[in-house]
């Protein structure tokens, strides 16, 4: 079992940054592999950032809307996963969810229904 809550969700204007957080709980964290999602009202769910940690290495993958923008790192020491947000735009507003799948490859998911374990979300506003 792995419980998830994330934290660091607000207002922003254009051009901004947030960092988002989640903290995990469960004594295997480095064996599953972690993601961002977002929903924005009346859209569905849909794949941000995911990282696993495989042999040694980091394999992070984002969706092309975030890539160069936003970073997401995480802590197997500390059960940590980070979203570091950057040129935030209003089209990333949305609440953002974090989610973890046990990892039985390199690389982590980017399908939703592939994460068993999910956070409640947290709202991320950008102002335009």
């Known amino acids: 079992q792995v419980q998830l809550v994330e934290s660091g969700g607000g207002l922003v204007q254009a051009g901004g940054s947030l960092r988002l957080s989640c903290a995990a709980s469960?004594?295997?964290?480095?064996?599953?592999?972690l993601g961002w999602f977002r929903q924005a009202p009346g859209k569905e769910r849909e794949f941000v950032a995911a990282i696993s940690w495989s042999g040694g290495v980091y394999y992070a993958y984002y969706a092309d809307s975030v890539k160069g923008r936003f970073t997401i790192s995480r802590d197997n020491a500390q059960n940590l996963v980070a979203l570091e947000m950057n040129s935030l735009k209003p089209g990333d507003t949305a609440v953002y969810y974090c989610?973890?799948?046990?990892?039985?490859?390199?690389?982590?998911?980017?399908?939703?229904?592939?994460?068993?374990?999910w956070g409640q979300g947290t709202q991320v506003t950008v102002s335009s």
């Open positions: 989610a973890a799948h046990y990892l039985t490859s390199r690389d982590p998911s980017r399908i939703a229904d592939e994460y068993a374990y």
């Open positions: 469960g004594r295997t964290f480095s064996s599953y592999a």
